[in-house]
């Protein structure tokens, strides 16, 4: 049984030990993130999950492809064939983003604490806590920072110690997107909290624009949860 508390723990100790490998291609990855951040923005809006963490599972699960789930990486058009399966098919990447962070373990949309050790650990169990039972940093998190250097699970259940993940982590991605906006924070209020929720006018959760993205995605939850 994983202690998440020694988990989250254990990642802000190396958030703040933490030098990043390979900068520059994370830097490049998290430029082409941040161009995109009025999408995720829009699912944040609609979930409560920060949009970079939101870009960085994106990233992680897919490499950014827009006809990909953010729950696995299957084509979210089609039912999904795997972990988790059986979703879809849906009508467009923001609904299927929705449905992950809302529908899928471990329900991002639930989670609260948003500071860096808790972002990190969300993040962490949204891909799994092998590692952390193995108490190993998870490439899904430190490949691309010192904090990594090999040892990946190849495919469910088996673990190969000599495997270097050749993908970014999360916390790498993350590190160059407070590079590139500063206003980008782990402390609380500016990830935690939308920036549509300081003006009530502005499209939100409860009050999407006309026609956008966000009120489709309201639509359809409503439709299916029966409410008006």
Request: hydrophobic residues 40%; charged residues 20%.
């Amino acid at each position: 049984m994983v202690d998440l508390n020694a988990l989250s723990a254990a990642n802000a100790k190396r958030w703040a030990n933490a030098k990043p490998t390979r900068k520059a291609e994370a830097a490049n990855v998290a430029l082409r993130l941040y161009k995109a951040r009025q999408r995720y923005r829009a699912v944040e809006r609609l979930t409560g999950v920060p949009w970079p963490a939101i870009a960085v599972i994106h990233e992680r699960e897919s490499s950014q492809q827009w006809n990909a789930s953010l729950a696995q990486g299957d084509p979210w058009d089609r039912v999904s064939i795997h972990v988790p399966t059986g979703r879809g098919p849906f009508d467009s990447w923001e609904t299927a983003a929705v449905d992950a962070l809302v529908k899928c373990p471990p329900f991002l949309a639930h989670h609260k604490d948003w500071s860096i050790a808790g972002t990190l650990t969300a993040l962490e169990t949204y891909n799994g806590i092998g590692y952390a039972a193995r108490a190993v940093p998870s490439p899904y998190l430190w490949s691309g920072t010192d904090q990594y250097r090999a040892g990946k699970y190849v495919r469910d259940g088996v673990y190969d110690p000599s495997k270097v993940d050749p993908q970014l982590g999360c916390a790498a991605l993350l590190m160059a997107l407070t590079e590139l906006d500063p206003n980008i924070s782990f402390a609380g209020a500016k990830i935690a909290k939308s920036s549509a929720s300081a003006d009530p006018a502005r499209p939100s959760l409860t009050n999407p624009s006309k026609g956008s993205i966000g009120a489709f995605v309201v639509n359809l939850i409503r439709a299916i949860s029966g409410r008006k």
